[in-house]
């Protein structure tokens, strides 16, 4: 705004960041047995190690390939991490989707990452992740998916740009990583995947406050007075 409009006041600009319910992603929440036993049946492979998840439709924006990459460094590593993908194929985006499994194919990880489409059941995927990732290749504006995972009290790991970098900064700096270099990535997902600092139980960005902020913003220019201008 102050760049494109250099003679705005300062204080007539109004930040108000978008929000997540904690009662909806309660702090370490765990899914019922019913949903444990589903998901085992529905993915036998998934057992038995840790779990790295990028949620996000499948555009080349999320950075799906960096994250194929980097679960191929971890396996070279020795290290016999899961990788999922979860997020809704686009028919305009079904090409890219096809190049991802082609990746995943040619790098020998058909056991390794696992395409799970969109699911409605997100709480759960975050809290059976050891990891949850954000490697966008532009900087987002607040990064939704990076907060319900932090509200869950899972540890996550993003690039460090945009808004999603400025929530780590402020909630869980130890994820954050420098943005597009793949070998810091590697080396701090493998750092947390040794001892992952926990994440912070307070909810810092509530839903409610958004809402509250935003009608008390309605109000009072509601009750300002009106230019002729």
């Known amino acids: 705004l102050q760049r494109h409009y250099p003679q705005l006041p300062a204080n007539q600009i109004q930040v108000i960041q978008r929000g997540v319910d904690p009662t909806a992603f309660p702090y370490g929440y765990q899914p019922s047995a019913a949903w444990l036993v589903d998901w085992r049946r ?18 080349r924006l999320k950075g799906h390939e960096d994250f194929i990459e980097l679960i191929a460094r971890l396996k070279a590593r020795g290290l016999p991490v899961r990788g999922l993908i979860v997020g809704g194929v686009e028919p305009r985006r079904q090409r890219y989707a096809d190049q991802l499994q082609q990746k995943v194919r040619s790098l020998g990880l058909e056991e390794g990452i ?31 998916t990076v907060l319900e995972a932090l509200s869950l009290g899972t540890p996550v790991v993003s690039y460090d ?19 597009g270099d ?22 810092a960005f509530p839903l409610q406050r958004m809402l509250d902020k935003t009608l008390a913003l309605y109000e009072s220019l509601l009750q300002a007075p009106r230019s002729l201008a």
């Not at 999603?164 to 943005?179: D, K, S, V």
């Open 161 to 179: 740009h945009g808004g999603i970098g400025e929530i780590l900064a402020r909630l869980y700096p130890a994820g954050l990583t420098p943005f």
């Open 114 to 144: 696992l395409f799970t489409g969109h699911r409605d059941d997100m709480r759960e995927i975050y809290a059976i992740s050891t990891l949850v990732l954000s490697l966008s290749a532009q900087p987002e504006s607040f990064g939704r």
């Open 182 to 203: 793949l070998d810091a990535l590697t080396a701090r997902v493998g750092e947390l995947l040794i001892a992952a600092p926990p994440a912070p139980p307070e909810p």
């Open 42 to 59: 529905q993915y036998p492979q998934r057992q038995d190690a840790p779990v790295l998840t990028l949620p996000g439709r499948l555009s």
